[in-house]
Every structure is written in C-alpha cells, then in structure tokens.
C-alpha cells in the first residue's frame, strides 16, 4: 500500500522569485494491484511516482509505504519499491545483460551459486537468456527496456514504479513491455502517456497543475482527461 498525506512538494524558483508548486495537497491511499497515473508534461505525474520510493522527498506531508516512511525509512523503502525510468541506459551500467543483473543483486546476501542461478533464471523469464553475455550496447531499446525491467524485478521488490517506460519503444515493444506488467504479481504505478495502457489499469490519477483532478475506474478517468485536455486546447492554454 501506497499513502500520500496532505502532500506537498516545492522547488526553487529563478532568483528573487517565490517556490515553485509541483504538487499540492496530495491525499491518496493505492491499494490496487495496478495504478496508471496521466497528465501533460509538467502536470506533476512523474514528481507524483518518485515520491512513492523516495527519489523525490515531500517538502511538508509524508509518503508511506507498507507503513514506511519514504524520508524516514529511505533504504528499507527502495528495498520494497523498485523503480524503472523512461530511458534504460540510465539504468544499464554493466557491459552484459548478465552482469547488469548480477550487479543488482549485490545488496542481496545469496552466494554465488544461487545468484548466478536467479540471473540466468530471470534472463530467461524476460527473453534475454541467450543474450546474456552481448554487449548492452548491440541491444535494441526494447529489449534494454526488458534488461532494466529485469534488473529491478530480480530483487523482488513489492511494488514496481515505472515512469514512462513505453514512451521510447516502438508499437512492438509498447506491447510486449505492457502485457509483462499486466502479468506482474507486484503492484505497479504506471505513469504514462499511452492512453490505452493506463485503460488496463485498475485506477487511474489523472494529474494537472500539481492536483489531482480526476481519481476513479480506468474508462471514466481517461475520458474525463481526453475532456479536460479538449477544454484546455479550445482555450489555448
């Protein structure tokens, strides 16, 4: 479970000028197994998704997960919430899949016989077993994508972040990557702009201007964004 409470988050503005807003008042409790969060860029979707492991912290408010408090409880928080960014390379840093996966599981202590066994194991579940000793850098970006899923799905985290991760893939690899998360049995924040993956989800956040300003099943949320986002098109804004 995921609980934000009278959420706030301030950033500096350009000198002499006030803060300013990213979000505001967030009061939310995520029970459910899948979560899509939509928005326009700016809109606060992805501060919203780093706050659940702690990369971004509340400026007043607080952040729980499974009752753990994300600035208080940092490691043991990012222990349970594993987060996966728009861009793999960010997240690739080894020079085989084999070693990228291997390196996160360095904080886990399993010899090195069982870990060896979990990265050929979890290579294999996403497709990428008999890729295990390429260069990253031959791989495709989709499956870079499946590698970074990979990497942080082996330590078996409880919850899953993802932000944006269709939003560098062609029409394939969008498929291939929604349906692994739709099969995941952790609980995913999804924040995307792929209106008919967020429709798969169980809930939908539908953020603007730092406010959520739409929360509910996944049809009547998206069709209350396509009409806000019309609005906002007539009015030029």
């Known amino acids: 479970m995921i609980a934000f409470e009278s959420v706030t988050v301030l950033a500096e503005g350009a000198p002499g000028a006030p803060e300013v807003t990213i979000l505001e008042a967030v009061d939310l409790t995520l029970t459910e197994r899948r979560v899509a969060v939509i928005g326009a860029n700016g809109s606060g979707k992805s501060t919203l998704a780093r706050l659940a492991n702690g990369l971004v912290l509340p400026t007043t408010g607080r952040v729980l997960v499974d009752g753990l408090d994300t600035a208080h409880d940092g490691a043991a928080v990012r222990r349970r919430v594993g987060f996966v960014f728009t861009d793999p390379d960010a997240q690739l840093v080894m020079p085989t899949p084999r070693e990228d996966v291997a390196l996160s599981l360095r904080r886990l202590r399993i010899d090195a016989t069982a870990r060896d066994e979990r990265v050929r194991g979890v290579l294999e579940r ?86 959520i300003v739409a929360d509910g099943a996944a049809t009547a949320a998206v069709e209350t964004y396509r009409a806000h986002m019309s609005v906002r098109s007539r009015s030029g804004r």
Do not use: I, M, N
């Open 126 to 211: 996403f497709g990428l077993g008999r890729l295990a000793e390429v260069s990253v850098h031959s791989l495709s970006g989709g499956q870079k994508q499946l590698l970074a899923l990979a990497g942080v799905l082996a330590t078996e985290p409880a919850v899953l972040v993802c932000d944006e991760p269709t939003t560098l893939l062609d029409l394939h690899w969008r498929r291939v990557v929604d349906d692994l998360l739709d099969r995941l049995d952790q609980q995913v924040l999804l924040v995307t702009h792929d209106l008919e993956a967020a429709t798969r989800a169980d809930r939908v956040l539908v953020v603007d201007g730092g406010r």
